[in-house]
């Protein structure tokens, strides 16, 4: 054997060893989620915080720095899908060196201070409690933006952890041409969705009945319950050990059978995408998702395109109807795909409908980008946001926890995080397109409840590839052109009026 096809198995087994770490760390992060005692949350925080340092410490040894130092001379005679392996074992050591020890130290007890701050403020609904980490917290991040490195703006080296290769010159305009449409359509949609009903989704639902729900759909969509497990907790969250063993789990609220429901479908949305991932990617970096916003577009074709169509009402209402006969006795398909498909805007991001959604997002997205820029102080930040909620949704919250403080990231330090999840929808439209354009019967398999052709669609175009396709070599496989903000909204207005219609 070469040398070289020594150094790279020699970094593939690296590969396997950091993700067999992090594998060991979610499932320590999936417990504290779901089945961990209450009076184990300190001991299991140690654990995390070990563990994290565990992995950076690896990623910037010795050996990993030797192995670095190797790539170039490894690349020569190299196959396309080796190069790309290489290139991600490069990317995340060189973030790893970048970034000085001492520096990771400093902004987790600052990021750890934050969150209490949040939590108090939160109880005092007074965002002055906040203010001053908050503040101490973004003269970090403009810190660690100098460190990551950027070529023209410092949001870009965040945007850039969570979309690699998107910048702020990318987004504006997507999410400029967003926002004037969406402000216009929500003008002409508003009243004309007043008076739909949705009331009966808000009665009294069981938790056995929610609970044997979730499980039905998940694996009538196509979650595989050989190769993961499905749970309930305060959160939903998908956490993925390897692709053969990945865990959701969806919260169950007993006056709000919606929340249960589609976020059992966002969750197994995410979950389908991790157990699609090639298993000859096993044990690498390339096992993971192409990015945030590719992964978000997973839940959201699910959530928002599939499974809010009338033809999945159609389909899913008996099988309700099964679990909660007494409470949508009286109610028809139709009522039922009105009832969630309702546009109305809200003061809360997480409550949100499809289409004010990212109105919340752009939001944040423009302040985040004016802080790290100093163009906005975090002493004017509530009114800032309460500024742009009234010009864009018009509502104004009466208490910052309807505001600024409704969102953990910030008080977690995830700054650039929040333009995935409408980047995920921007994706989603597209896919939603040219899936429709592929799979002829596609309507009549969703009202057949026959999921296997949009699984299969979509695991060959995305999920399979892992990280061997970045976000834009996967938009562009499938239309030819990079992304635009064009497919959400011409598919959002055809549904706003269709709707209606019904
Ligand atoms: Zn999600």
């Not at 995340?92 to 987790?108: D, M, Q, V």
């Not at 979730?214 to 694996?219: K, L």
């Not at 390897?242 to 249960?260: A, H």
Request: hydrophobic fraction near 40%; include cysteine.
């Amino acid at each position: 054997m070469s040398d070289n096809k020594n150094y790279f198995n020699e970094i593939l087994e690296f590969m396997g060893k950091i993700k067999d770490l992090r594998s060991a760390l979610a499932l320590l992060m999936w417990d504290q989620e779901t089945y961990i005692p209450k009076g184990a949350h300190t001991s299991r925080a140690n654990q995390i915080t070990t563990l994290e340092s565990l992995i950076h410490s690896q990623l910037i040894s010795k050996e990993a720095k030797n192995l670095f130092d190797v790539v170039e001379k490894c690349k020569l005679n190299c196959s396309i899908s080796e190069q790309q392996h290489l290139k991600l074992f490069s990317e995340e050591l060189e973030r790893a060196f970048k970034i000085p020890s001492k520096f990771i130290k400093e902004l987790s007890i600052v990021k750890s201070e934050a969150l209490d701050k949040w939590k108090q403020a939160r109880s005092e609904s007074n965002y002055s409690i906040f203010k001053n980490i908050f503040a101490k917290l973004i003269e970090m991040k403009i810190q660690e933006a100098e460190f990551i490195g950027f070529k023209e703006n410092p949001y870009d080296a965040f945007l850039n952890l969570y979309e690699p290769g998107s910048s702020v010159r990318m987004i504006d305009p997507l999410f400029n041409e967003l926002k004037i449409e969406t402000i216009q359509l929500l003008k002409s949609v508003k009243n004309q969705h007043e008076n739909i009903t949705y009331n009966f989704l808000y009665k009294y639902y069981s938790a056995d009945g929610q609970s044997k729900m979730s499980r039905f759909i998940a694996e009538s969509i196509g979650f595989n319950y050989i190769n993961g497990r499905f749970d309930f907790s305060v959160h939903p969250i998908t956490l993925a050990l390897d692709p053969k063993d990945v865990r959701l789990t969806t919260k169950i609220n007993v006056k709000d059978l919606r929340l249960c429901l589609f976020s059992t479908i966002h969750e197994t949305g995410h979950g389908i995408y991790e157990q699609g991932i090639d298993s000859s990617l096993y044990r690498t970096f390339a096992a993971e998702a192409a990015s945030i916003g590719i992964h978000e577009s997973q839940s959201l074709i699910w959530e928002n395109m599939i499974c809010k169509t009338l033809e999945f009402s159609e389909w899913v209402l008996p099988h309700l109807k099964r679990f909660f006969p007494d409470n949508l006795k009286h109610v028809s398909h139709f009522d039922f795909y009105k009832a969630i498909n309702k546009i109305q805007p809200s003061l809360i991001r997480s409550q949100s409908d499809e289409l004010t959604y990212n109105l919340h997002i752009i939001l944040r997205y423009e302040l985040e980008n004016a802080l790290l820029n100093n163009k906005l102080s975090v002493s004017d930040l509530q009114e800032a946001w309460n500024e742009k909620m009234r010009d864009y949704l018009g509502l104004i919250p009466e208490s910052p926890l309807y505001g600024c403080l409704q969102d953990i990231h910030w008080a977690f330090g995830d700054v650039g995080y929040f333009p995935s999840y409408t980047l995920g929808k921007l994706y989603a439209a597209t896919m939603w397109k040219y899936l429709r354009k592929d799979l002829k019967n596609i309507f009549k398999d969703i009202s057949d409840g026959n999921f296997i052709s949009i699984k299969e669609w979509l695991a060959d175009k995305v999920h399979r590839h892992g990280k061997m396709l970045t976000a834009d070599d996967i938009i562009r496989r499938i239309s030819g052109e990079p992304l635009s903000a064009s497919d959400f909204i011409d598919y959002i207005t055809k549904k706003c009026d269709r709707i209606i219609e019904n």
